[in-house]
């Protein structure tokens, strides 16, 4: 099993940062590739970025890009999700999850459904 715990949400006039902190523990961190995902009220859960398991390789939706920045430290077990230039649009429950590096990456850092743990949330709410 492996337990991950967001942290770092609030609320924040649009235009402001915040960074998501996931920090994880249970098994080695290293073995999983790591995603944030976001959901927001009435809408599906959606992909904002993943990052593999060395950290060699980032993705992002698309209108995320070029705003939020995902990385990792393998050795202090914790993902971040760097998150510039907020607009209203961003409000939602923030999660983090990791799926099992034997899965390939391009097949499953998009998909929810590929991956095997995830927290309970953290909430970033966006004002105008």
């Known amino acids: 099993q492996v337990q991950l715990q967001e942290s770092g949400g609030g609320l924040l006039q649009a235009g402001g940062s915040l960074r998501l902190s996931c920090a994880a523990s249970?098994?080695?961190?290293?073995?999983?590739?790591m995603g944030w995902f976001r959901q927001a009220p009435g809408k599906e859960r959606e992909f904002v970025a993943a990052v593999s398991w060395s950290g060699g390789t980032t993705s992002y939706r698309d209108s995320v890009k070029g705003r939020f920045t995902i990385s990792r430290d393998n050795a202090k077990n914790t993902v971040y999700l760097q998150m510039n230039s907020l607009n209203p649009e961003d409000t939602a429950v923030y999660y983090c999850?990791?799926?099992?590096?034997?899965?390939?990456?391009?097949?499953?850092?998009?998909?929810?459904?590929?991956?095997?743990?995830w927290g309970q949330g953290t909430q970033v709410t966006v004002s105008s």
């Open positions: 999850a990791a799926a099992d590096r034997a899965k390939p990456y391009s097949l499953t850092y998009y998909s929810d459904s590929r991956y095997d743990y």
């Open positions: 249970g098994r080695t961190f290293s073995n999983y590739h």
